[in-house]
């Protein structure tokens, strides 16, 4: 398995408050992503790394953001968290999309009262 | 008009019975598609990617593509009831094929 972990597992916090969430990988890929899980909407893609530095938004973007400083961390922040964010959310990474797999770190359930 | 269609099941299949799971694309423009199981709980893991239109077997699974018809499937022979789980199908899109978009997945249920 990509060695993928992510940081915090579990959290819960309270309607405004900043909340970042760590993913960090050690297969060197060049790719990131940040998805959000929910029933009934499935992987939802949140924004996406391809590269130090280089970021790009996904279809649920808003009221999100993301840096990735290192090739091996990809941080997604919630500036004010609402209840409408609650969700598991994945990491993955990949190599190179277009013939390789995205790994997806093991989530983070986030709940927000 | 979802970009990528499951029927979200529940789907239960006896052992040892083959189980199919389909999905349905808009993007004629696909060439790829690739399936994901993801047991409860865990995060989701491949388990095949098809390339071009007609079959591949990989063990017990077989994926189908038909790009006329804009459907894929995914079929299970010999059922264990380690396979259930929820199947996402996904399709790559972006300029550079750089993102993935996921169908919102069947869950199987394999009946012993």
């Known amino acids: 398995d990509a060695g993928i972990t992510q940081s915090p597992r579990h959290k819960v916090t309270e309607t405004g408050t900043p909340v970042t969430l760590r993913c960090h990988q050690t297969?060197?890929?060049?790719?990131m992503y940040w998805y959000r899980q929910d029933p009934g909407h499935g992987l939802r893609l949140i924004h996406y790394s391809y590269g130090v530095k280089d970021t790009d938004k996904g279809e649920v973007s808003d009221g999100y953001s993301v840096s990735r400083s290192k090739t091996e961390d990809f941080l997604l922040t919630l500036e004010s968290a609402t209840s409408s964010q609650t969700s598991v959310y994945f990491c993955a990474s990949s190599y190179s999309p277009r013939t390789d797999t995205q790994y997806f770190g093991p989530g983070t359930r986030l709940t927000v009262l | 008009q979802k970009e990528v269609e499951q029927n979200s099941g529940p789907l239960s299949v006896p052992e040892g019975a083959i189980a199919s799971l389909n999905c349905t694309y808009s993007?004629?423009?696909?060439?790829?598609f690739f399936w994901y199981r993801q047991y409860s709980g865990k995060s989701p893991e491949l388990i095949m990617s098809i390339y071009s239109n007609g079959d591949k077997e990989d063990g017990r699974f077989t994926a189908q593509l038909n790009k006329a018809s804009q459907y894929v499937s995914l079929l299970i022979r010999d059922s264990q009831p380690s396979d259930s789980a929820t199947y996402l199908c996904?399709?790559?899109?972006?300029?550079?094929?750089?993102?993935?978009?996921f169908g919102t997945g069947t869950r199987l249920t394999i009946i012993p």
């Open positions: 996904a399709m790559p899109r972006g300029f550079g094929n750089e993102k993935l978009t």
């Open positions: 297969e060197n890929h060049r790719y």
């Open positions: 993007d004629r423009g696909s060439q790829s």
